[in-house]
Nanobody
Framework: QRQVVESGGGLVQPGDSLRLSCAAS????????MKWYRQPPGKEREWVAT????????EYSDSVKGRFTVSRDNDRNMMYLQMNNLRPEDTAVYYC??????WGQGTQVTVSS
């Protein structure tokens, strides 16, 4: 069964850091680009970052560029999102996505003082 499961969310203060993880199973992880999306409260889901399957190329939305870093470990079938200098506007449910294949159930990130 193709599956991705997010973890690592939580409640943090502005300026803090958090690392999200995405555990993949049931498909050849190393052959797929992977993406992070997020859905802020009351808003539509938005793309956050992409990492190509070769791990040679990453892309970020303008709102997180310079603060977030996406990475992957093809040996462990894992993707990560390191989030630094978090802001209240980063509050959202964060989703792991395999384009054309599957979505995770999401993990909540809340940034609040």
């Amino acid at each position: 069964q193709r599956q991705v499961v997010e973890s690592g969310g939580g409640l943090v203060q502005p300026g803090d850091s958090l690392r999200l993880s995405c555990a993949a199973s049931g498909f050849p992880f190393a052959s797929y680009a992977m993406k992070w999306y997020r859905q802020p409260p009351g808003k539509e889901r938005e793309w956050v970052a992409t990492i190509r399957h070769t791990n040679a190329f990453t892309e970020y939305s303008d709102s997180v560029k310079g603060r977030f870093t996406v990475s992957r470990d093809n040996d462990r079938n894992m993707m990560y999102l390191q989030m630094n200098n978090l802001r209240p506007e980063d509050t959202a449910v964060y989703y792991c996505n395999v384009p054309g294949l599957t979505w995770g159930q999401g993990t909540q990130v809340t940034v609040s003082s």
